[in-house]
């Protein structure tokens, strides 16, 4: 199993930005399609953005699309979010995961989620 750790979490005024990081151990990581998750309290967990292991896919959430950018280091074995223009509704717990099928990240369950980080937006 790839063990997953998320941080770059805090918080930020509205209109601000933030960049978070999703470290992987584990030997897989590069044939891995891989996405970020929120939840925020009361509400389910919903995909963020996703991105197949070449970086070749690519898939965002309505909510933000132009203000979000997922991207990848396979060297590093890292994920990031790029999160600008920030907003109070994007106030959430954040998680990474991933899977062999692209398609499985974007619509499938997937399971052995890590801590997340948390991201609070203040007006």
């Known amino acids: 199993q790839v063990q997953l750790v998320e941080s770059g979490g805090g918080l930020v005024q509205a209109g601000g930005s933030l960049r978070l990081s999703c470290v992987a151990s584990?030997?897989?990581?590069?044939?891995?399609?891989m996405g970020w998750f929120r939840q925020a309290p009361g509400k389910e967990r919903e995909l963020v953005a996703a991105?197949?292991?070449?970086?070749?896919?690519?898939r965002y959430a309505d909510s933000v699309k132009g203000r979000f950018t997922i991207s990848r280091d396979n060297s590093k074995n890292t994920l990031y979010l790029q999160m600008s223009s920030l907003k109070s509704e994007d106030t959430a717990v954040y998680y990474c995961?991933?899977?062999?099928?692209?398609?499985?990240?974007?619509?499938?369950?997937?399971?052995?989620w890590g801590q997340g980080t948390q991201v609070t937006v203040s007006s």
């Open positions: 991105i197949s292991w070449g970086s070749g896919s690519l």
């Open positions: 995961n991933g899977d062999p099928s692209y398609t499985t990240v974007v619509i499938g369950t997937l399971t052995n």
């Open positions: 584990g030997n897989t990581f590069r044939s891995y399609a």
